[in-house]
């Protein structure tokens, strides 16, 4: 006979929303029951949750017109605002 015990997980998942939508579309949704491969009669479950249906933007992406910057200015504006500086070059 074996204890039945029961263990809550909290997982957080910080980056680029590329990624982060893409970890949580390939991870459990809802139940799952896994297999026993000792065939005891002890069920193996996996619930999960998420809190929250929408990525929350943490660090906005600025996107800001080519002025003829320079790559050292774009180095510059990209240490001194938090997130990611985009630069859209002139046609």
């Avoid at 006979?1 to 809802?30: F, K, N, P, T």
């Avoid at 009669?41 to 809190?51: H, L």
């Amino acid at each position: 006979m074996c204890e039945m015990v029961r263990v809550l997980r909290i997982i957080e998942y910080v980056g680029d929303r590329e990624w982060v939508e893409h970890q949580v579309a390939d991870s459990i949704h809802g139940t799952k029951n896994v297999s026993n491969p000792n065939k005891s009669s002890v069920q193996r479950t996996i619930r999960a949750a998420t809190i929250g249906e929408y990525p929350e933007i943490l660090l906005p992406s600025l996107v800001v017109r080519d002025l003829d910057y320079t790559p050292e200015e774009i180095e510059d504006i990209n240490k001194a605002l938090p997130g990611e500086v985009i630069v859209i070059k002139k046609k």
